[in-house]
């Protein structure tokens, strides 16, 4: 096995390198998906929030420009068309602005066949609220009543109805994109769990792994070391990791090994010192026995 072979050492390190590299790693993925998340916000407020409120802008003031000359066209009073003047004025040219800005910024074909439309009915409202101005200016009020309702309440109807579909389109857009973010952030979430869970799980099975690798050596050479107190000798041992242990091992292989030589020798000299006493022994009764037969001759 790989692990053997490395230094105990390296092999902490190697553990503590995958536990790093793998918080590292979570923690980039999660900036990552925050950074694609704020940019996907950054362009929805950039674009689509911004045509969103230029229409919204766009609506109010058809709104209250067919509301004054509603007021006009309907009233008994005369002055109107005087005092309103230059408001309607300033809410052509506010209109005719927006209207450039929106043009503009739209990019998908509903969008700008909306706004071919909404162009042709804004010049059928522009027509049918001069026939009612002109007609309140000459002081001719059934004129102007009757311009009111056969000519510019039905072009102004139709005018801000399709300014508020345009309106719809954009409100549509920006409500898709945020349901897109909270996907993508939805998504990014169980990403990142799992990403934890398979770092957490990683982790567990390298630390399980190296704390293996250095502690099955080691009860080895503890099992070793007690075989040789209690005073056996004739351990055999295995091939022996490239690490601290196998140092251990082989450390302990070489003192066996002298001390199986000492015992064997101690052995030897114990059986040639007992054979020599036999034989001393023997010699003396030897001469024990001649010298008793001398004395009795």
């Not at 005087?82 to 739209?106: G, H, N, Q, Y």
């Not at 503890?222 to 082989?250: C, H, I, Q, S, W």
């Not at 036999?278 to 001649?290: F, H, P, Q, T, V």
């Amino acid at each position: 096995m790989v692990l053997k072979n490395l230094r105990i050492g390296s092999r902490l390190t190697l553990a503590f390198a995958t536990i790093l590299v793998l918080s590292l790693a979570g923690t980039a993925f999660a900036l990552y998906t925050t950074r694609s998340s704020a940019e996907a916000t950054h362009q929805m407020m950039q674009k689509p929030l911004a045509k969103e409120r230029l229409v919204s802008d766009w609506y109010v003031m058809t709104y209250s420009a067919i509301a004054r000359t509603s007021l006009i066209a309907r009233s008994t009073d005369s002055t109107l068309s005087t005092v309103f003047a230059k408001p309607i004025k300033d809410s052509v040219t506010d209109t005719t602005a927006i209207l450039k800005k929106v043009e503009v910024l739209l990019d998908s074909p509903e969008e700008k066949q909306t706004l071919q439309e909404i162009l042709g009915l804004r010049k059928q409202y522009q027509a049918a609220k001069e026939v009612v101005m002109n007609a309140r200016t000459a002081g001719d009020a059934a004129g102007a009543e009757q311009a009111y309702e056969a000519v510019f309440s039905p072009a102004a109807t139709a005018y801000g109805a399709r300014v508020l579909s345009l309106l719809h389109i954009q409100r549509k857009a920006i409500d898709q994109i945020a349901l897109d973010i909270e996907a993508a952030n939805e998504r990014s979430t169980r990403l990142v769990i799992l990403l934890t869970v398979l770092a957490t799980a990683l982790g567990s099975v390298a630390a399980v792994m190296i704390t293996r690798s250095i502690t099955r050596p080691l009860d080895s050479a503890l099992d070793v070391a007690r075989t040789v107190a209690a005073g056996n000798l004739g351990n055999t041992f295995a091939t022996y990791p490239k690490d601290e242990v196998g140092d251990l091992m082989r450390a302990l292989e070489t003192m066996n090994g002298a001390l199986a030589r000492v015992v064997a020798e101690v052995q030897q000299g114990t059986t040639a010192i007992s054979t020599a006493s036999g034989e001393i022994a023997a010699g003396n009764l030897d001469l024990s026995s001649r010298t008793e037969q001398q004395a009795s001759s």
